[in-house]
């Protein structure tokens, strides 16, 4: 088992940057992949970018690439997605899951935070 609670989000105007984290308690952080989900209100949930186990692949959508960092610290039990330049249409509730594969797929993590709100006025 594996909680996680996500924290660091904020109200921040466009082109700002933002650091969120997600600490994780349990026995175990090291064996399991993270992802970072966002959802917008009234959109589906979608993929932000995964890291692996040992933080050597990372994977990101593409409209966040370039502008968002996604990093681990497994003696910390510490996940961080640092976003840089933020976008109106960043403005999302960010949650990070714990799974045995880094993917973008929700269905194959299975520990979820309760997620951080990130608000990026224009």
């Known amino acids: 088992q594996v909680q996680l609670v996500e924290s660091g989000g904020g109200l921040v105007q466009t082109g700002d940057s933002l650091n969120i984290s997600c600490a994780a308690s349990g026995r175990f952080f090291t064996p399991y992949a993270v992802g970072w989900f966002r959802q917008a209100p009234g959109k589906d949930r979608e993929f932000v970018a995964s890291i692996s186990r040992g933080g050597s692949n990372t994977h990101y959508r593409d409209s966040v690439r370039g502008r968002f960092t996604v990093s681990r610290d497994n003696d910390k039990k510490m996940a961080y997605l640092q976003m840089k330049s933020l976008k109106p249409e960043d403005t999302a509730v960010y949650t990070c899951?714990?799974?045995?594969?880094?993917?973008?797929?929700?269905?194959?993590?299975?520990?979820w935070g309760r997620g951080t709100q990130v608000t990026v006025s224009s």
């Open positions: 899951a714990a799974g045995g594969v880094p993917t973008a797929r929700p269905e194959h993590y299975s520990f």
